[in-house]
């Protein structure tokens, strides 16, 4: 599951658009406009994302854990670590979101 997460984003990042970091993902979901997310579950503390999950169920929004910090940096195209990622524009990894098992 956490490749198949790490797998959106980056199909997501070359043919869609997505954005990085925690404020970022919750500013996303509370409008409404983030598709899918990602979390690292490497965060410390945990209460930095510890919302993200509710705030996605309540919202309808796929949520996916991942393992480290660093693999979720990668697929986002970023050299240092992040500790969630959305979705905004699906691009050609709709089917996959569309398909993905939690």
């Known amino acids: 599951m956490s490749e198949q997460a790490l797998e959106i984003i980056e199909i997501a990042r070359k043919t869609g658009k997505i954005r990085k970091g925690c404020n970022e993902v919750t500013k996303l979901l509370e409008k409404g406009e983030a598709k ?35 693999e979720l940096g990668a697929a986002a195209g970023i050299p240092v670590g992040t500790a969630a990622v959305a979705v905004v524009d699906e691009g050609n990894a709709k089917e996959l979101i569309k398909h993905f098992t939690e």
Do not use: N, Y
């Not at 410390?44 to 929004?61: D, N, R, S, Y």
């Open 36 to 70: 899918f997310i990602a979390i690292a579950s490497d965060v410390t503390p945990k209460e930095i994302v510890m919302h993200l999950p509710l705030l996605a169920k309540e919202k309808g929004v796929h949520c996916a854990q991942v393992e480290r910090k660093l």
